[in-house]
């Protein structure tokens, strides 16, 4: 700021002019002197670079992972939709309905990369869902698992397999070491296993398993 002089007259009948200083802004100075030598201007270009190349690789990654979440949703409807067109029974399809979280997927065989993307897999080697022994299902905690963190004991679960229905009932909610195979054991009685990682939210490769272990009602 500058403050300009100021000058004090007084007129016929003693009235003070321009008692007060008058400030005006000083001018600016050239913006160029400004800038920090530490950071010449050349280097501007290769951060803006970089930028669109994070950019662009977000971009990708976000369409990729958009696009298999698609994908793999529309091929679960259309196992889904095999299944209510009387299809299961010539196919041996398996529907898994849990209501407390209000689930309804067709089972797949397998727990492989690729079959896990198309919905909750029968682990081979396991009981056929709805016979004696344990039947072992998992999914990824991602998608169709994605709520099963939320069962309590005492909730209910359906396989509805080749036109029978089987109720089961949950009886046990652990966590353990993916190097814990007891969950695999083998059962005298209807049992059900779910497993999925855990924990549920967490931002990469989850260190453990959830583990639901259901009955079937009246074994």
Not at 54 to 66: D, F, K, N, P
Not at 88 to 96: F, I, P, R, V
Not at 121 to 150: C, E, K, L, Q, Y
Request: with cysteine; glycine share 8%.
């Amino acid at each position: 700021m500058q403050v300009l002089r100021t000058s004090v007259r007084t007129g016929p009948r003693g009235f003070i002019r321009n008692p007060l200083p008058v400030l005006q802004p000083a001018q600016w100075r050239n913006r160029k002197s400004f800038r920090n030598p530490k950071f010449p201007a050349r280097r501007s270009g290769a951060r803006n670079i970089l930028s669109i190349i994070l950019l662009t690789t977000g971009g990708i990654l976000c369409t990729y992972v958009s696009g298999t979440y698609l994908w793999m949703f529309a091929e679960q409807k259309k196992l889904l939709h095999d299944f209510k067109s009387q299809k299961a029974a010539s196919d041996a399809l398996t529907k898994l309905s849990i209501p407390r979280i209000a689930m309804q997927v067709v089972v797949v065989e397998g727990t492989s990369s690729h079959s896990l993307l198309l919905g909750p897999g029968h682990m081979t080697g396991t009981a056929i869902p709805g016979s004696t022994g344990n039947a072992v299902i998992a999914g990824h905690r991602d998608t169709f698992f994605r709520h099963v963190h939320n069962l309590h004991n005492g909730d209910d679960i359906y396989i509805v397999r080749s036109g029978k229905e089987f109720h089961y009932v949950v009886v046990r909610k652990k966590v353990v070491r993916p190097t814990d195979l007891s969950v695999l054991r083998s059962s005298n009685q209807g049992e059900l296993t779910l497993i999925t990682c855990y924990p549920t939210h967490v931002i990469g490769p989850a260190p453990q398993r959830l583990i639901i272990v259901a009955k079937l009602a009246g074994s």
